[in-house]
């Protein structure tokens, strides 16, 4: 039994393999975002109201200047014209106190005093125009308009939401990045956006404002990337994943994600060598664990930055049924299709 142990050999395990490859990786600095709009409000009324005309539709697209509610204006009109009478009145007044004035029949404080009511009533006026200029609202810039929020008929007070308003056209990203990247940073560089509502689709802009202070608490660079967005398919409050993109290219290690197996103690890769059998002129296939240390991640595919050489093959699936110096057979017929931008078809 000692001889035939000694002469036992394993079944070979059945795994994928992959080419660590050498390749030109442009050099960026990924970061999670949000989108912002340019321009948003939530519209809503200065002084209470009744609401007596509503002149917009829930996502409507309106230009700066439209009107959207306008309150009961009824009882103030109605002063205007009161006041607006008083106004012409004193006019004549005035008018009859400088005529009278230059015949010297009247004295100077008379004069002062219609001037003063002039004005004083003029003040008056204006006053009530400005309240009905309040009560009649309008849309502050060009935007997309939300859910309506209020009813026809319906009692408002200062400061109740009636629509949002947001310009869609361009947006921002809003994120932060290390202060140890701050010396990389430069206004003009070009902005990735991605996020989960498109996948596959990139959105280009470019860094437009970087903060001049750091908050103080994460040791981070508050950044803002400014994006077209012509389609309007970003919308502000959106998760976004931002990617800076550095001017230059940098070579790179490349594997497939699936070839590093993480642990506590560190992330390993299983190497494929080939071994000399017992038997003359035969060779058979063995993997040897090596410790790496991995970059950037890119679709389906990871940058090694030490551990492995160009050239080397590594164990890309079957990596928990293996240890070190185990017999293996590459089999690859049914491995999966790397990427650098995948489309699952089941997500």
Partial sequence: MMPAGEDFTATPESICSAVVREEKWQGSLTA???????QGVTITPEIPGIISAIDFESGAVVAKGDLLVRLDTSLEEAQLRALEAQEELAKLNLTRERTLRSQNMVSQAELDAAEATLKQTQGTADATRATIQKKTIRAPFAGRLGIRLVNLGQYIHAGKPIVSLQSLTPVYADFSLPQQELARLKAGMTVRVT????????????????????????????????????????????????EVLLPEEQPALVITATAVMSAPYGDSVFVIESKPAKEKGKTHLVVRQQFVRTGQARGDFVSVESGLKAGERVASAGLFKLRNGMAVIENNDLAPKTELAPHPSDS
Avoid: C, E, H, W
């Fill in 32 to 38: 999670i975002g949000s989108i912002v709009a340019v």
């Fill in 195 to 242: 996020t989960d509502t498109y996948p596959g689709r990139k959105f280009d802009g470019k860094l437009t404002a970087i903060n001049p202070d750091l908050d103080q608490s994460t040791r981070s660079v508050g950044l803002q990337a400014t994006l077209d967005n012509p389609d309007q398919l970003l919308r502000p409050g959106m998760f976004a994943r931002v």
